[in-house]
Structure formats: C-alpha cells, structure tokens
C-alpha cells in the first residue's frame, strides 16, 4: 500500500468521524428518545404563574405554548384538534390554555379559529415568563397551578396518545 492510499484511508476514517461528532446529537435524539432529554420536563413540580391567570379548584389545565411561526406548532395543529375535542368533550375539570410567545396573541388565535381550535383562553406570555427556551411546549397542570407532565416538541404518536390517555383519566377523577 502506497503513502497515498495509506494517507486517503485515513482522510477518510477522519472525515467519517468529525461527521459523526457534529451529527451525533440528532442522530441520539432520533435513535433514543429520552424523556430527561427533553428540557421542559425538568419543569415537573413547580408551578406556573402566568399573569391574569388563576387555575380553578379541581380543575386540570393544559397549557400550550406556542407561536403561528413555529413550524413544529402548525405541524402540531392536527393533534391541537384532538387535543381540543378531548377537553371538549369532557365533563368539564379540563381546560385547555393557548399561551403565545409572540409579541401580541393575534396571529396564534388567527391559526387555532382556521382549524376549529377553541381553548377556554389564550393569553400572551414569552419564553422567560413559561420557563421554556421553545415551541411547542404542553404543560399538564394540576388546581394549584403545580406542572404535573410536561412534554416538549413535537409529540411523537407515543407522546400524543399518553397525553390523551392521562387527560381522559383526569377528566373521570
């Protein structure tokens, strides 16, 4: 084997390598998704205190955060359906908050009426005031205002169906 061939085997095995550090952590988040990965999920236990916002006594409270502009969000838009015909269809100890990190609430509550969305309330609020660094974020509050679950992203189908699943048994208990 010549120097060349010797010095082109290992360009190769070097080039192969940096791409695997620079892709490594979608390549982790995509092979193995971890819910302590998920930063809003660090979030679980304390409470939430939006401004002008009370949680009512044995009441659950879903909270979205999001923006019109969030690509994840309006790819979201068709489990919010779901998610609002749940809370719709309950016996009425869910209630389903929009909180828009946008500088005013108009353009999310444009998106939510054009697909049939109708949270109780939709309020304006930022990053720093929900504690979050993105969108979508879901919270699952308990009466107090204490986040019970807290789900970051884009759900997975996995994710969706627990939510359902847990907002079901809350609305029976």
């Keep these: 084997m010549s120097k060349l061939e010797k010095a082109s085997y290992v360009s190769i095995i070097l080039v192969c390598a940096a791409a695997l550090v620079c892709l490594w952590p979608t390549l982790k988040a995509t092979l193995h998704p971890l819910k302590h990965d998920d930063p809003a999920s660090l979030l679980v236990g304390q409470k939430l205190d939006l401004p002008g916002v009370s949680w009512a006594a044995g009441t659950t409270t879903v909270v979205i955060a999001m923006s019109s502009r969030c690509p994840f969000c309006l790819a979201s838009l068709p489990f919010y359906e779901r998610l609002s015909s749940t809370v719709e269809q309950g016996g009425g100890r869910i209630s389903l908050l929009v909180a828009s990190v946008e500088a005013d609430a108009t353009?999310?509550?444009?998106?939510?009426?054009?697909?049939?969305?109708?949270?109780?309330?939709?309020?304006?609020?930022?990053?720093?005031?929900?504690?979050?660094?993105?969108?979508?974020?879901?919270?699952?509050?308990?009466?107090?205002?204490?986040?019970?679950?807290?789900?970051?992203?884009?759900?997975?189908?996995?994710?969706?169906?627990?939510?359902?699943?847990?907002?079901?048994?809350?609305?029976?208990?």
Aim: no cysteine; charged share 20%.
């Design 107 to 173: 353009g999310v509550t444009a998106v939510l009426s054009q697909h049939g969305i109708r949270p109780s309330r939709i309020v304006q609020s930022s990053f720093a005031g929900l504690k979050i660094h993105g969108t979508p974020t879901i919270f699952v509050l308990d009466s107090s205002g204490t986040i019970s679950h807290a789900f970051g992203g884009r759900l997975r189908s996995a994710e969706e169906r627990e939510l359902l699943q847990l907002l079901r048994e809350a609305d029976r208990s």
